[in-house]
């Protein structure tokens, strides 16, 4: 939510002050979260009853040691994400509970339980600066063993493993979660983590340890040595790499978390808002996955927020099984809208929020004690509320949106002096439609789709998971090739990990048409894990190791570019001399990959049917995802977006394919060959 500025002496605040905060802030322009961020303008009074029934399954799930499954759903702009939200700041209150946000989750169907994973280990090991000592994961592991052997006397780390291992165990039999238990290897490892954070603050190690247990612990390859080290077992071949193999195992470390949250008396919490964001495909892998993790887990409460039309929807339809649904929606809890009274409070606790640097202006103060709604006014509000009987939030902060850019448009033109002695007579006046009717629809969708962008780039503070960007770049290009043949894109085709899980050389392969008739560029994307240089290694090994390569290949990486060792950089250097090769390296800054996540996150808004354009006569039209793509394409946000304009740009001297016609491949297809078609002509005289 958009603050007045936070850079003034509170001692030196004058009336000029407040004019310019009130010219260049809107208080009402953020009328969605897009995140679990501490929110002072919210009013705990809306949907208490559904935030108290989720904190107690919450404490249910901990007390009967099971997993359950709650959909918090209803229409759009109703209050989903903000209740979220709310829950979400009374797990960090007191450490009340340990519970992970997820927001726009994106892997193709096959990577979505790893990229689940990888999520809920970053938000438990974020942290600033090198050490692991002020992460949540390390807190719940310390204050589990402080629980289980006591806060003073000496101990031996044996001691402290056995520990350890006998907590996470404890209570096993009573639950169903005590097969996902019986391989311990994640108890090594969390502690093998635990011991090196430790000894590295003594300063008895560089902390390696660590840092490898992390990225084992969220899906990510070592080295067989480094695996060594940590105490994981050899790979199947010698030089495969240390990795979660499959969704067993990718779900035994997200049971082992919930057991160190159980044994610290803390309900672990997965809230997945606005689902419906999510392709079919891609919803059922998810459904599927959470239904064993429920079924596995001993104190898991998992809160899946969507829109109900959608989610029915997808019921109905039998995308998901319905045992998957049954367990997801164990309990249901419906949002419904709201009257103008209870709504009045969603507009005076952001006035009150903004108006509080300048309570001391002795014209400010009088005017927000002779109405609550300064400056927007009580008779503007019983106005645009009239006849009304029932609304979303949303609905309501969009009114006040418009009616502050109507005090905004006045303050620009009459001068700050004027505009506050007229206020008075002036507050009455109704509030100017969001959609003039001089204005014309795609204008409009273009200026909404920009606002929204604008929104969802600030909500992007660190750098996303490299499965997430790819599946976001996949779905963007796949827009493009059914919008415009302009884009000249053929297929675009997604490469799945290996059973193994050892990653598919690519993420993406894109098939565009090549320059000459009847040709084709194949381009391999692959995003590279960030601050892993054994992974990193092995991307540029693996790369060297295809021998039927796309003509060019996009390395992407964060703004710290590769880290591939001496020998990876010999292995860059082969793969640049590689006659009809074309290897670029790709380095984005968080800015960048803030826009791709913006382009694809406000089409997502659209095909949930949750974005919305108020028009003149005050209803709310549903912008559709196809708008959204028009749109992109009308302003050149695809053609000039990160990654994909390099997809886009062929360079001349890449060498293109003569593509197969329908009727050769047909023909090749159905040929019947026999064993002397395969040998060469000299054995055949020599037979």
């Known amino acids: 939510m958009t603050t007045p500025s936070e850079a003034l002496d509170l001692g030196s605040v004058t009336l000029e002050d407040f004019f310019r905060d009130v010219r260049e802030h809107n208080p009402f322009t953020d009328n969605r979260i897009t995140g679990s961020a501490d929110d002072d303008a919210d009013v705990e009074a809306l949907n208490q009853a559904a935030f108290e029934r989720l904190t107690g399954l919450a404490w249910e799930s901990l007390t009967t040691r099971r997993g359950l499954g709650a959909v918090l759903w209803g229409q759009a702009g109703i209050g989903k994400s903000h209740l979220l939200a709310r829950l979400a700041r009374w797990a960090r209150r007191d450490d009340r509970a340990c519970l992970v946000y997820l927001h726009n989750l994106q892997a193709s169907p096959a990577n979505l339980p790893r990229a689940l994973l990888r999520a809920v280990l970053d938000a438990l090991t974020w942290r600033e600066g090198h050490s692991f000592h002020a992460t949540p ?246 106005d645009v509320m009239d006849g009304r009987v029932e609304v979303r939030p949303r609905d309501v902060l969009n009114d006040a949106r418009e009616r502050w850019h109507h005090e905004q448009q006045v303050l620009a033109r009459e001068g700050g002096e004027t505009w506050l002695r007229g206020w008075r007579e002036r507050s009455g006046q109704p509030t100017p439609p969001t959609l003039s009717p001089g204005l014309p629809l795609p204008d409009a969708i273009d200026r909404l789709v920009d606002e929204k962008m604008a929104e969802h780039r600030k909500a992007v503070r660190v750098f996303p998971d490299p499965e997430s960007v790819s599946e976001s770049v996949g779905q963007l290009l796949d827009q493009c090739r059914t919008l415009d043949a302009s884009y000249g894109l053929l297929k675009v085709e997604r490469l799945a990990k290996a059973r193994s899980g050892t990653p598919a050389t690519y993420n993406l392969i894109v098939h565009q048409r090549g320059p000459g008739e009847g040709t084709e560029v194949r381009t391999g994307l692959v995003f590279v894990p960030s601050s892993n240089p054994y992974a990193m290694f092995h991307v540029v090994d693996r790369l060297r190791e295809d021998e039927h390569p796309p003509q060019r290949v996009l390395l992407v990486a964060d703004e710290n570019g590769l880290d591939v060792g001496t020998k990876g950089e010999q292995y860059l250097e082969e793969l640049r001399q590689r006659p009809n090769y074309r290897l670029k390296e790709l380095q984005l800054p968080l800015t960048d990959f803030a826009t791709l996540d913006a382009l694809h996150a406000v089409w997502n808004l659209a095909k949930s049917e949750d974005l919305e354009l108020r028009m003149p006569d005050g209803t709310n039209r549903v912008v559709s995802a196809r708008e959204v793509e028009e749109s992109h394409h009308r302003q050149g946000r695809y053609r000039k977006a990160p990654v994909l304009a390099e997809v886009f740009a062929l360079p001349a001297t890449v060498v293109a394919v003569q593509v197969v016609g329908a009727e050769v491949a047909a023909e090749e297809a159905t040929e019947v060959l026999s064993v002397e078609d395969f040998l060469p002509e000299d054995a055949l005289e020599a037979e």
């Open 137 to 382: 994961l390390l807190r719940l592991i310390l204050t589990t063993l402080q629980a289980a052997l006591g806060t003073s006397g000496t101990l031996k780390w044996a001691q402290i493993e056995h520990g350890l291992a006998q907590e996470l165990s404890r209570d096993s039999s009573q639950g169903p979660a005590d097969a996902a238990l019986a391989d311990r290897t994640v108890q090594t490892v969390l502690f093998r983590f635990f011991r090196s954070v430790l000894r590295a603050g003594q300063g008895k190690e560089d902390g390696s340890l660590a840092e490898w247990a992390v990225r084992w612990l969220r899906g990510d390859a070592l080295s067989p040595e480094q695996g060594q080290q940590l105490g994981l077992p050899p790979p199947r071949r010698h030089d495969d790499p240390v990795v979660l193999e499959d969704n067993q195992q990718i779900k035994q470390v997200l049971v082992a978390l919930s057991a160190l949250a159980a044994s610290r008396r803390r309900p672990f919490v997965l809230c997945f808002d606005q689902v419906d964001n999510l392709d079919e495909e891609q919803f059922a892998a998810l459904a599927r996955f959470l239904e064993a993790l429920i079924d596995s887990a001993r104190n898991l409460l998992v809160v899946t927020a969507g829109i109900q039309n959608s989610l029915l929807a997808w019921q109905e339809k039998r995308v998901i099984q319905e045992s998957s649904w049954d367990r997801l929606a164990q309990f249901k809890i419906q949002l419904l809208r709201i009257t103008p009274e209870q709504a009045r409070p969603l507009i005076e606790t952001r006035l009150q929020r903004f108006l509080e640097l300048f309570e001391e202006l002795p014209e400010v103060h009088q005017l927000a004690f002779e109405d609550r709604l300064y400056p927007l006014g009580g008779r503007w509000y019983d």
